[in-house]
Nanobody, 122 residues
Framework: VQLQASGGGSVQSGGSLRLICAAS????????MGWFRQAPGNEREFVAA????????FYADFAKGRFTISRDNAKNTVYLQMNSLKPEDTATYYC????????????????WGQGTLVTVSS
């Protein structure tokens, strides 16, 4: 599975961005998907995950109420809508996929895309 993340950019505090992760797999609809982020000097951390069907979603505490993960299996795409952005959301955001695992543990995801940089200014 090849993953391509896009949609990052620079935004002011309180603004919104929608990240997009496009997947190459013909069987994309069978993959569990996640978003992670890594800020400079920090370890990569979990942001959100979604099951293959889209029925189940999981969020980090900091993402609840502000971020929404969704997917369109017909387009082989996963989205991360980010609202009310804060400077502390500044990071490189990565999408990840796995055939079996949906959750917070990045070590369980088999496939990763390159990151897309999000910069939030105050």
């Amino acid at each position: 599975v090849q993953l391509q993340a896009s949609g990052g950019g620079s935004v002011q505090s309180g603004g919104s961005l929608r990240l997009i992760c496009a997947a190459s797999a013909r069987t994309f609809s069978k993959y569990e998907m996640g978003w992670f982020r890594q800020a400079p000097g920090n370890e990569r951390e979990f942001v959100a995950a979604i099951s293959w069907s889209g029925v189940s979603t999981f969020y980090a505490d900091f993402a609840k109420g502000r971020f929404t993960i969704s997917r369109d299996n017909a387009k082989n795409t996963v989205y991360l809508q980010m609202n009310s952005l804060k400077p502390e959301d500044t990071a490189t955001y990565y999408c990840a996929a796995d055939a079996y695992y949906t959750g917070r543990d990045q070590n369980e995801y088999a496939y990763w895309g390159q990151g897309t940089l999000v910069t939030v200014s105050s």
